[in-house]
């Protein structure tokens, strides 16, 4: 117990320009370290530092990219193309996510498209679309019995 409170409090007196690694990244971006380490091989762009035994080591550069990613995925619902492709514009760089999405979204960007280019990209669901998912769901999940 006390090796872990000293552990945290060692944590809390990291310079903010030190690096990080994975774990403190996954849980300072609540992502699991399976999806960052997955996310490197789709975003040529986030490339940590890489030590012995493979031991990554997160920039904090790194780590605000890898946040922006988060956003463009979450919270803004691009697809991992769509935000290959919207990165690959802004040459590799995300300085503010919304700010970024919103511009898009004005200029009419197609890497904003979430699916085969339906051109709702960013529209909330509407309540039928919400009710088709629940009935697909409903059904996915009774298939699912029939097969356990």
């Known amino acids: 117990m006390a090796h872990n409170v000293a552990r945290e409090a060692q944590k809390l007196q990291k310079s903010p320009d030190a690096f990080r690694t994975i774990s403190e990244v996954s849980a300072e971006l609540d992502v699991p370290q399976h999806v960052l380490r997955f996310w ?25 990219l890898i946040r922006g990613i988060r956003d463009l995925l979450y919270k803004h619902g691009f697809t991992i193309r769509g935000a290959q492709k919207l990165l690959k514009e802004q040459g590799g760089r995300i300085d503010n996510v919304d700010a970024m999405v919103s511009a898009a979204r004005a200029e009419g960007n197609p890497a904003l498209s979430h699916g085969a280019g339906d051109g709702t990209a960013g529209e909330p669901l509407t309540s039928d679309d919400k009710a088709q998912i629940r009935r697909v769901l409903g059904e996915l999940k009774e298939l699912k019995e029939l097969l356990a």
């Open 40 to 64: 490197e091989t789709k975003f040529k762009v986030v490339k940590p530092l890489k030590r012995g035994g493979g031991r990554r080591y997160y920039r904090p550069s790194d780590i605000e």
